[in-house]
């Protein structure tokens, strides 16, 4: 709600400007997914990330599969109970439930800590192709004499554009100024 109103303000102000100094502001529009899927370094970052991601994912999975193994062994020794061993079975039983439980928090915990680490790693790898971005749409922006550029693909939702009717597309501008080749930027969008 508060990126619709502020995308509210921001059109409510463009309109203002646009009315005041028409013919001095240019408007263009580009589509960051498309650029992003060119970028050889960000194919490198996400096929980084994917490895990351399913390292992490088989550690938890073990985990889990020692949880499940020591479940089955303390149901299976909960069925030996009876009046003749309750005291021993009962501790044994008692300790097995102690064990489940702190390796059922290790599992959460681990859960966690990957999650953290995928995050850390998709800034660490990720803050730097943005940057390039960026500092390449206010290159094109200021060598084409646009007053503002708008991101049109479908990633950015609500908070952006809405609609369009004119201004230039400078898509293939920027990923010219990222020195992305004409096969790379004729790449097909997933």
Not at 127 to 154: C, M, Q
Request: no cysteine.
């Amino acid at each position: 709600m508060r990126k619709l109103i502020n995308v509210f303000f921001v059109a409510a102000g463009l309109m203002v400007t646009a009315n005041v100094a028409s013919a001095q502001q240019k408007i263009a529009h580009l589509d960051s997914e498309s650029i992003f899927a060119s970028m050889p370094e960000a194919k490198t970052a996400t096929a980084a990330l994917e490895t990351l991601q399913k390292q992490k994912q088989a550690e938890i999975e073990k985990m889990q599969a020692e949880y499940g193994t020591k479940y089955e062994a303390a149901v299976a020794k909960n069925k030996t109970l009876s009046e003749a061993n309750k005291e021993v079975v009962g501790k044994e039983l008692q300790a097995m439930g102690v064990e489940l439980d702190d390796m059922k928090k290790r599992i959460e915990d681990a859960s966690q800590k990957a999650r953290q680490d995928i995050a850390t790693k998709q800034g660490e790898l990720l803050a730097p192709l943005n940057t390039k971005f960026i500092n390449a749409v206010k290159a094109v922006s200021k060598e084409k004499g646009y007053a503002y550029v708008f991101d049109i693909s479908s990633q950015q939702g609500a908070n952006n554009l809405l609609a369009w009717d004119g201004g230039d597309d400078v898509t293939a501008a920027v990923k010219t100024k990222l020195g992305i080749s004409a096969t790379a930027a004729a790449a097909p969008k997933k």
